[in-house]
């Protein structure tokens, strides 16, 4: 098995999103003849799933050494603790301040900028005790891992490989959002990261034709388009803890909202598009909307001003691993997407492996196509509330329960993005001679 380094601060047994394109990744790496050794963080406050780490092929080696005190920390046995379902009426919890609203935009580099050094010792300690790696490959966010990366592949001479889960100097959310002092620093940063690079994999095509546009003295076969993808074994690894049963009682028809409502989804449109189906004449008593993730005291008040908030459900926290049980009792899964075309919800991929109807909510022509080369679902505008509204009348006069044919699209399942990488892997290792760390 050939290996390389994997600089990845988020990884199982971590939950967040940011840990889960690696471990797909680290998973069906194997089967074109590759495996990770990662460079791992984790932190006394981090959630964890220990069956996610127990989902880690037995071919992955993990050094939990990335921040300083990762090697302490022990994550619990068992599965994860639901959150405790909220009220019907919560409290209204006070506004973030100031700081804590603009901490990414005057902090780009997040938290971990302040273990760069340790991260570096660490990595070096790695491929020391590694020295058959033959390459250099970074998980980002956190984006201060980069500069980790581009400095080792810099002292070792083996090619990197950066995998921008989300756009950095050339976001559109959030560029404008920085003030000059962090924009010109993240634009500095990211440069000599990327010209250390032997290539740059973003998750979307239209972030990487930015990233060329962006970078047009470097060449463009620098950068490439890896999908955010789904594993649909993974979505099922805890079935047997999965709950059963209607989402609703008494039972009626559900939309499965698999999300955050926070800061770039704000929801309003599917607060007026549910306005129109009740208008219709579908109410609360046969059709609710289902949220397994944030559902902020502002968009409960939106929906009691606009009279639908009976259709808000707060559902408790979901481990992937049953994720495939959950989408199972839903009649229609529904994305609600970012104002912008470089970024594709990672849920997209979860629900493309599902054979439920799915909804999406966006202004993104290439989630569009895919979406239509994938069958069994429809895309609308965000500022088209009318035909959500339609969208969603339409699946409930199908009625419950109904499944659907839907196609692979190529590089959407977790097994064709690892042999996208493989190849990646394949070119960069042939590129460069290894100097040593």
């Given at each position: 098995m050939r290996r390389f380094l994997y600089i990845s601060p988020f990884f199982p047994p971590m939950t967040r999103?940011?840990?889960?394109?690696?471990?797909?990744?680290?998973?069906?790496?194997?089967?074109?003849?590759?495996?990770?050794?990662?460079?791992?963080?984790?932190?006394?406050?981090?959630?964890?799933?220990?069956?996610?780490?127990?989902?880690?092929?037995?071919?992955?080696?993990?050094?939990?050494?990335?921040?300083?005190?990762?090697?302490?920390?022990?994550?619990?046995?068992?599965?994860?603790?639901a959150a405790p379902q909220p009220q019907p009426q919560p409290q209204p919890k006070p506004k973030p301040g100031f700081f804590a609203r603009r901490a990414e935009d005057l902090n780009p580099f997040g938290a971990h900028v302040f273990g760069v050094g340790h991260a570096l010792?660490?990595?070096?300690?790695?491929?020391?005790?590694?020295?058959?790696?033959?390459?250099?490959?970074?998980?980002?966010?956190?984006?201060?891992?980069?500069?980790?990366g581009a400095r080792l592949a810099r002292e070792s001479g083996l090619p990197l490989i950066h995998d921008l889960r989300d756009p950095w100097s050339c976001c559109e959310l959030r560029r404008g959002l920085r003030p000059a002092?962090?924009?010109?620093?993240?634009?500095?940063?990211?440069?000599?990261?990327?010209?250390?690079?032997?290539?740059?994999?973003?998750?979307?095509k239209t972030a990487c034709r930015d990233y060329r546009r962006h970078y047009a003295d470097l060449p463009a076969s620098r950068f490439t388009a890896i999908y955010n993808?789904?594993?649909?074994?993974?979505?099922?690894?805890?079935?047997?803890?999965?709950?059963?049963?209607?989402?609703?009682?008494?039972?009626?028809?559900?939309v499965l909202f698999m999300g955050n409502f926070r800061r770039f989804v704000e929801g309003?449109?599917?607060?007026?598009?549910?306005?129109?189906?009740r208008a219709a004449g579908v109410g609360p008593d046969q059709l609710g909307l289902v949220i397994t993730g944030t559902l902020p005291a502002e968009l409960r008040e939106q929906a009691r001003a606009a009279g639908?908030?009976?259709?808000?459900?707060?559902?408790?926290?979901?481990?992937?691993?049953?994720?495939?049980?959950?989408?199972?009792?839903?009649?229609?899964l529904l994305s609600f997407s970012h104002p912008t075309a470089q970024r594709i919800p990672a849920k997209i991929y979860d629900y493309l492996v599902s054979d439920r109807p799915l909804l999406v909510i966006a202004d993104n022509p290439e989630l569009r196509e895919l979406v239509a080369a994938a069958g069994g679902g429809e895309v609308h505008a965000l500022d088209a509330p009318e035909a959500v509204a339609d969208a969603i009348l339409a699946a409930h006069a199908a009625g419950r329960g109904r499944r659907i044919e839907r196609r692979l699209v190529e590089g959407t399942d977790s097994p064709g993005a690892a042999r996208q990488l493989a190849e990646i892997?394949?070119?960069?290792?042939?590129?460069?001679?290894r100097r040593g760390p």
């Open positions: 999103v940011g840990a889960l394109r690696p471990l797909k990744f680290a998973r069906h790496l194997p089967a074109s003849g590759w495996a990770p050794v990662v460079l791992s963080d984790l932190r006394p406050g981090d959630d964890v799933d220990p069956r996610l780490e127990a989902a880690v092929p037995a071919s992955t080696i993990v050094i939990r050494d990335y921040g300083r005190a990762a090697s302490e920390v022990r994550p619990s046995a068992g599965r994860p603790k010792r660490a990595a070096r300690a790695a491929l020391r005790a590694h020295p058959s790696c033959e390459a250099i490959m970074v998980n980002a966010d956190p984006y201060a891992a980069m500069l980790v002092p962090q924009r010109a620093l993240v634009d500095r940063a990211e440069r000599w990261a990327v010209e250390a690079a032997h290539t740059v994999i973003l998750n979307t993808h789904g594993d649909p074994e993974l979505l099922r690894l805890g079935q047997a803890d999965a709950e059963g049963g209607a989402l609703l009682d008494p039972p009626r028809f559900v309003a449109a599917v607060i007026q598009a549910l306005a129109r189906v639908v908030e009976g259709m808000l459900h707060d559902h408790p926290f979901v481990p992937v691993l049953e994720l495939g049980a959950l989408m199972d009792r839903a009649d229609l892997l394949e070119r960069a290792a042939g590129s460069s001679p």
